[in-house]
């Protein structure tokens, strides 16, 4: 057996009998019931939802995993793509060239509202829908094919293994996908973008229907956590010069117009998506994904913006948390010699 088979089956071992594991299972039973929000039908694909679905994945940035409950359901990544595509215009563009072309501002209005930046005629953040789309024309290739192959790739190193499309999702959006056409058009005639607009358009809604697991998510929030390096593979996803612009971004807009009281209530970078998922991480330390379909109005999983309430105050993992909290993450997650923060 490889020391990193070895390491990996010793971590499972420990996050099966992890008290950490227990107080997962028992706030995966306390939000089950929660029946608040609707499973998002704007794209008639995400409609067909269970809204039943609930998973919770916690990995540490030394890579031990802590699953509950449908943690193996896939799922389209939706606006969680956004952050991390984001992260690939940097690496293909530089942080002047992108920032010249998308702002980093929160708007305080909802993900898919047409509106610029008036003074500057710039998208207001990269993880809105105007903001996305700049961002993924941004995405270098000679080809669609080639723009496609290096989003997969670099989710692929984020997550650990091979990504698939939703077909019918894809298909679902790019037919009724026209408020983002619209919002594509308004750019391309302040010259935001370029003119291949059904093309960028295309790789957008394709990114948004990369299928993912809560596994997935948390395995990205975890690398994130990690510096950019995912913790089982050690394989980098992301240039470390880009990894705190990223982060930034995702908690100053991450939520859509909920980040101001998500910063305030649980005051972690993450980002969320239509499909039901979202990506938490607490730098140096964790990252969490949830799933679960029934959005509130804002867009954001309900039961995942309670699942990342809970874990913020009962371990102190607010950023700006200095009080002794109530549990000790270190202890809870027993033969565990990491969460020190970077
Ligand atoms: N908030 C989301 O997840 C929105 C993404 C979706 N693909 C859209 O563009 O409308």
Partial sequence: M???????????IQAVASPFRSYLIDLHEKYQSLTDGAVADYIPELALATPEWFGICAITSKGQEFEV???DKLFTIQSISKAFVYGLALEDCGREYVNSKVSVEPTGEAFNSIVL???????????VNAGAIATTDLIRGNSATERLKRVLEM????????LDLNVPVFLSEKATG????????????????????????????????????????GMMAATLANGGVNPVTQERALDERYV???????LTCGMYDYSGEWIYKVGMPAKSG?????????????????????????????????VCEDLARDFGLHLFNVAEPERDLNEWIEGNDLVDGW
């Fill in 69 to 71: 409950g449908d943690c």
């Fill in 117 to 127: 930046d008036e003074k500057t005629n710039r998208p207001y953040n990269p993880m």
């Fill in 155 to 162: 989710f692929r190193c984020y997550t650990g293994r091979e």
């Fill in 2 to 12: 490889a020391n990193n088979d070895l390491t990996s089956l010793t971590n499972s």
């Fill in 244 to 250: 705190q612009d990223v982060i930034s971004v995702m």
């Fill in 274 to 306: 239509v499909g039901g998922g979202i990506t938490a991480l607490v730098p140096g330390k964790l990252g969490i994904g949830t799933f679960s379909p029934p959005l509130d109005a804002k867009g954001n999983s309900v039961r995942g913006i309670k």
């Fill in 178 to 217: 026209n408020r983002n056409r619209a919002i594509a058009y308004l750019m391309l005639n302040f010259g935001m973008i370029s003119d291949r607009i059904e093309e960028t358009l295309d790789l957008y809604f394709q990114q948004c229907s990369i299928m993912v697991n809560a596994r997935d998510l």
